[in-house]
């Protein structure tokens, strides 16, 4: 059996997490960086780290190609919005990419960037093959218990972002008195939680949910240190994560965190 496996990270902690769970299952693990998005700690966890720039998806293909790769995982996130700040300079591959695209959702461009890679003989994984005790577990995790208001709030703004998620615009709801104060869409979750916590005020319910039509092979919800100090950072009072099929990042650490901060963290679904 191949025990080689590609590892294409984007920014944040999943990519080391993730680097490190392979590891230990016995992969033989190279990671495909990207310029000024991956965090440098990366080569900490894996010996092979090669670094390419985010919009020369053929310099990528190749980097795996010549590693030998067959096998590869997402990780991480790539913000989208570089795309519209001219951050992204696209080679010829990527510019052919975007020419086939229906729209630009992110399962459009993820499934094209899937598709590229499957046709030069590299089969992409599920990211929850490697993250099974990250998955977040049901019920309340937190000192916190959940107030009957946070649950109407929740019970009000579930269905809100399941169907955001199905629309392919985000996946995060932030919930004031069942009223939405904001719904997640380029920006990302953190300016999302900012956002709408700025017009709730103290004790909005942060939401976040996988699509209906979730594909495990990239985009699973995330949350980890810095959703709290998002949500700290407008005093919300409660985060629902949908429990075993959302990850969570350095549990112990971040229920500690959590409690600290005096925000109820519940696993729902």
Request: net charge positive; proline share 3%; aromatic share 4%.
């Amino acid at each position: 059996m191949d025990r080689r496996l590609g590892l294409i990270a984007g920014s944040g902690e999943l990519p080391l997490a993730i680097a490190a769970a392979a590891r230990d299952m016995g992969y033989t693990v190279t990671v495909v960086g990207l310029e000024s998005i991956t965090d440098p700690e990366i080569s900490s966890y894996a010996g092979d780290v090669r670094w390419v720039n985010v919009g020369r998806l053929g310099a990528l293909i190749d980097t795996l190609k010549q590693a030998g790769i067959s096998k590869a995982v997402f990780a991480g996130k790539i913000h989208k919005s570089i795309i519209y700040e001219g951050k992204v300079i696209p080679d010829l591959k990527l510019v052919k990419l975007f020419l086939t695209l229906k729209d630009k959702s992110d399962d459009s461009i993820m499934l094209a960037i899937t598709g590229a890679l499957e046709a030069e003989g590299i089969r992409l994984q599920k990211t929850t093959d490697f993250t099974g005790p990250l998955m977040a577990p049901h019920g309340v995790l937190t000192k916190k218990k959940l107030s009957a208001d946070a649950r109407k709030d929740i019970e009000f703004g579930w269905s809100i972002a399941k169907e955001i998620g199905r629309l392919d615009i985000g996946q995060t709801v932030v919930i004031k008195e069942q009223a939405v104060m904001a719904l997640e869409a380029i920006e990302g979750t953190d300016e999302a939680i900012l956002r709408g916590g700025r017009l709730a005020g103290k004790g909005a319910v942060v939401i976040k949910v996988s699509k209906p039509e979730q594909d495990m092979r990239f985009d699973v919800p995330v949350v980890g240190i810095q959703t709290l100090r998002s949500m700290a950072a407008v005093k919300a009072g409660t985060l629902a994560i949908e429990a075993g099929k959302s990850i969570l990042l350095n549990k112990e650490h971040f229920i500690r965190e959590a409690d600290k901060a005096g925000i109820c963290v519940v696993g729902h679904s």
